[in-house]
């Protein structure tokens, strides 16, 4: 039996994987801020858009577990307008990435020799500006497109900056990019165009039971190296510029000053 800890757990491929796990035994826990979690799974309320509620976020799992088997990092939200967090960052990139930094730092202590940890992200799959270093909250003119853009590249180089920053973990680090999914991206995209994006995805995209099926190969038969990427399960070269380590180390430092700028 192993310990699962799912973020963004509370629906979608979370949810499914969390249902699946649960049903084979194994311990699973889901963090959100819903109130109902799939049968037999316990729920971790908290918050992932700040810092404060992501440390907190991390207590409760080190509280409730002596070790974290497979941590699944799958907290996001598609914002259509700027919405920025109680500690000044925008939130798109607050809950998809300072998030993962902040819950993986704190809980590496209780992630064993042979952890799998699996962010749900970009895989250098999307398009688009990516980092603006010296605009991180996106102060200028917003489009929802460019914060994806920019959390899904930090996203990518957190992967591929763990080991240099962990170098004595054992920890296996997956960047996984299910592809185009029917999980109700359309309600967070509003309006007609959320309306014509369901209608697509229910007649072109993978059902998250399939996404879900994926996800749960990872963990039960986890990849040997520290590092693995994928698209919808075909594998991604880690020698491309997204995986850059000298930028996922300036990431790091941005991600320490963050962190540390919002604890105090």
């Not at 649960?22 to 979690?37: C, D, K, L, N």
């Not at 700040?50 to 914002?79: I, K």
């Not at 990518?156 to 296996?172: C, E, I, K, Q, T």
């Not at 993978?206 to 099926?213: I, L, S």
Request: charged share 20%; net charge positive.
């Amino acid at each position: 039996m192993a310990n699962t800890v799912i973020t963004g757990g509370t629906n979608g491929i979370g949810r499914a994987l969390a249902a699946r796990l649960a049903r084979e035994g194994h311990r699973v826990a889901v963090v959100g801020r819903s109130a109902v979690a799939p049968e037999g799974v316990e729920l971790i309320r908290g918050d992932l858009g700040t810092v404060a509620g992501t440390a907190a976020v991390a207590d409760e799992v080190a509280a409730r577990f002596d070790v974290v088997d497979h941590l699944v990092l799958g907290a996001g939200r598609f914002s259509p307008r700027r919405v920025i967090t109680a500690d000044g960052l925008e939130h798109t990139f607050a809950l998809h990435a300072v998030s993962r930094f902040a819950l993986v730092d704190r809980l590496l202590p209780v992630l064993p020799t042979g952890a799998v940890v699996v962010s749900v992200c970009g895989v250098a799959g999307l398009r688009g500006p990516g980092i603006r270093w010296d605009d991180l909250a996106l102060s200028g003119r917003y489009r929802a497109f460019h914060a994806v853009s920019q959390a899904s590249r930090a996203t990518d180089l957190l992967g591929a900056g763990f080991a240099d920053r962990y170098p004595g973990s054992a920890v296996r680090y997956v960047l996984h990019n299910p592809m185009f999914v029917d999980s109700g991206l359309g309600a967070q995209v509003g309006g007609l165009r959320g309306k014509a994006l369901d209608v697509v995805a229910g007649l072109f995209a993978r059902n998250v039971a399939d996404a879900a099926d994926q996800v749960h190969r990872f963990l039960a038969d986890p990849p040997t190296a520290p590092l693995t990427a994928s698209r919808a399960g075909t594998p991604v070269a880690l020698d491309r510029p997204e995986f850059d380590r000298a930028t996922a180390a300036r990431l790091y430092t941005v991600m320490e000053g963050i962190t540390a700028a919002c604890s105090t």
